[in-house]
Each structure stands twice: as C-alpha cells, then as structure tokens.
Antibody
Framework: EVQVLESGGGLVQPGGSLRLSCAVSGFTFSIYSMSWVRQAPGKGLEWVSGISGSGASTYYADGVKGRFTISRDNSKNTLFLQMSSLRAEDTAIYYCAKSKRIDSSSSGFDYWGQGTLVTVSS | DIQMSQSPSSLSASVGDGVTITCRASQSISSFLNWYQQKPGKAPKLLIS???SLQSGVPSRLSGSGSGTVFTLTISSLQPEDFATYFCQQSYSTPYTFGQGTKLEIK
C-alpha cells in the first residue's frame, strides 16, 4: 500500500524559513518523480516544485524560484522542500505528490499526502 | 507559462443528471491533460490522465475527452459521491498549471 506523509508545517514569521518533509512507502521511491503542490485557504491548486527520481533535475514555479529548494534522499524514501524568505502569500496547505509514470510527470500525480499547513504571519 | 481555464466555475445539478466541465489551455498541450476530484478537507484524487485514461477504481460514468487546447470531463448520471470540486491540470510543460476549479453542488 502506497503511503505519503508530509510533516514540518507550522507558523513562521515573514522572512523566515521552514523545511517540509515527505516520507513515502509502498513503492520504489527512487524511480518516480515527485512534486510539491500547494493550496491557499479556500483557493485552487498550485504546482510549486518537482524533482526527478535521481534528484538530478529540479523544477520550480516562478513565484518560488530562488527561495525554495526541493531535494530528496532516496536512501530514506523522503522528499524535502526547504523554504526561505517566506511571504504571507506562501500560506497554504502543502501536498507531496507522486508522479504516476516512472520518472516523468507527464501523466499527473496518482498519490498525494494529506498535506501540511504552512502559515506565514507575524 | 500555459494558462488553464475551466468552465463553469460552479455548477448545480441533481442526482441522476449528466454534466460536462470544460478545460481550455492557452496553447496546445496535445493530450497531456489530467483531471482531479477534491472533497473538502481532503487531498486531490487523480481521476483521468492523458485526457481520457480512467484511473483504476474510478467509475465508468466519468469520462474525459479532447486534445490540443479543449478538453472535457463528463459525468453521466451523477451520484451523491460525485459532488465535489474538479480541477484540470496540464502536464505538458513546467510549471504544471491547474485550472481554477469547478465546484459541483447538489441542486
């Protein structure tokens, strides 16, 4: 059974930093691309960042480029999102999502975690 | 970036009705279009990938079609569990943009 579990969310002041983690099980983590998708309260879905199975390739939305860093530890089946210079508009539930196809995100995301809430406020 | 727009933004229908949601891309995305369902307080669920490929376990009353820039999600004979918000998403190129969502409510 595939399991995806995010952690690390919380309340942070503007300009602060936070590191999200996503622990997975039930599939061969190292061969699947993974992504972070966020959802501001009462709003739609926004893809934030993605990473290839090996970790060699990373991708970012324009609004987080230079502030967020995605990474993965395939030995520990864990995905990370390091967030810095946080802004109020980064407040959202952050979901970790597994790509359906091996090392490609071309067929969408078939497993999602329950999300972790990040609140940026003074 | 590729912009995705859905219509309508909200829709009221009754159990047993058929409904269609449309998703338009700002440029051709071939068939790299996915549909998700989200219920309040829950993570999105992948329903259809590659425009028309039904995910395992998804009932056959749901179907997807389209290619290029115009896509549709059709639900025939709505069931109580279908009332939710639906999002389209392009997976043609990063950033993988989503439509703004269509909220399907019970009439």
């Amino acid at each position: 059974e595939v399991q995806v579990l995010e952690s690390g969310g919380g309340l942070v002041q503007p300009g602060g930093s936070l590191r999200l983690s996503c622990a997975v099980s039930g599939f061969t983590f190292s061969i699947y691309s993974m992504s972070w998708v966020r959802q501001a309260p009462g709003k739609g879905l926004e893809w934030v960042s993605g990473i290839s199975g090996s970790g060699a390739s990373t991708y970012y939305a324009d609004g987080v480029k230079g502030r967020f860093t995605i990474s993965r530890d395939n030995s520990k089946n864990t995905l990370f999102l390091q967030m810095s210079s946080l802004r109020a508009e980064d407040t959202a539930i952050y979901y970790c999502a597994k790509s359906k196809r091996i090392d490609s995100s071309s067929s969408g995301f078939d497993y999602w975690g329950q999300g972790t809430l990040v609140t940026v406020s003074s | 970036d590729i912009q995705m727009s859905q219509s309508p933004s909200s829709l009221s229908a009754s159990v047993g009705d058929g409904v269609t949601i449309t998703c338009r891309a700002s440029q051709s995305i071939s068939s790299f279009l996915n549909w998700y369902q989200q219920k309040p307080g829950k993570a999105p669920k992948l329903l259809i990938s590659a425009a028309s490929s039904l995910q395992s376990g998804v009932p056959s009353r749901l179907s997807g079609s389209g290619s290029g820039t115009v896509f549709t999600l059709t639900i025939s004979s709505l069931q109580p569990e279908d009332f939710a918000t639906y999002f389209c998403q392009q997976s043609y190129s990063t950033p993988y943009t989503f439509g703004q969502g269509t909220k399907l409510e019970i009439k």
